[in-house]
C-alpha cells in the first residue's frame, strides 16, 4: 500500500510559490529575496484590481501611462466575490533592472494568468508592461 509522504521542499498553501532567478549584475536593485516579496505582492495587488477588489488608482503611480490603462480597462474583469490570491509566481531577469513576472491568481474556483514587466527606477519599481487571460 501506497502512503504519500509531504515534500519538504513544497511552500505552506497560505504563501504563495515564488521562483525569483538571479539578476544580471545591477545597480542598486534589490536582492532576490527581497524582490521576488515585493513584486509578488504588487502582483497580488494587481491581482486585486482585476477581481474588482481594489481600485486602481492606488497603483498609478506605480505603473507606466501605457500599463495603467491597461490595467483600468481590465479591471473587475476576474470579477469573483472571493479575494483572489497568488498562486505560483516566476521572476526572471531578462537584463540588470528589469524584472518580468508570471504568475497564477486564483480566484475562487478559478485560475487566470498574470505577467508583468517591471523596471527598477530610482530605489522603486514600475510597472511598464501587464498581460492578462482577459481580452485586450
Known amino acids: 500500500?501506497?502512503?504519500?509522504?509531504?515534500?519538504?521542499?513544497?511552500?505552506?498553501?497560505?504563501r504563495p510559490a515564488v521562483r525569483a532567478a538571479a539578476c544580471p549584475g545591477g545597480g542598486a536593485e534589490p536582492g532576490r529575496e527581497r524582490r521576488a516579496?515585493?513584486?509578488?505582492?504588487?502582483?497580488?495587488?494587481?491581482?486585486?484590481?482585476?477581481?474588482?477588489?481594489?481600485?486602481?488608482?492606488?497603483l498609478r503611480d506605480r505603473m507606466t501611462g501605457r500599463a495603467y490603462q491597461a490595467l483600468r480597462r481590465r479591471a473587475g474583469g476576474y470579477a469573483t466575490p472571493v479575494r483572489p490570491r497568488l498562486?505560483?509566481?516566476?521572476?526572471?531577469?531578462?537584463?540588470?533592472?528589469?524584472?518580468?513576472v508570471s504568475a497564477v491568481v486564483v480566484c475562487g474556483g478559478r485560475h487566470r494568468a498574470l505577467?508583468?514587466?517591471?523596471?527598477?527606477?530610482?530605489r522603486a519599481w514600475l510597472c511598464t508592461r501587464l498581460e492578462t487571460d482577459l481580452g485586450r
Open 1 to 14: 500500500m501506497f502512503t504519500p509522504v509531504p515534500h519538504a521542499h513544497r511552500q505552506p498553501q497560505s
Open 37 to 58: 516579496r515585493e513584486l509578488s505582492q504588487f502582483a497580488l495587488c494587481v491581482a486585486e484590481v482585476l477581481a474588482g477588489h481594489r481600485d486602481p488608482v492606488h
Open 87 to 100: 498562486g505560483r509566481a516566476h521572476l526572471r531577469c531578462p537584463a540588470p533592472g528589469i524584472t518580468e
Open 115 to 122: 505577467a508583468l514587466r517591471v523596471d527598477w527606477m530610482s
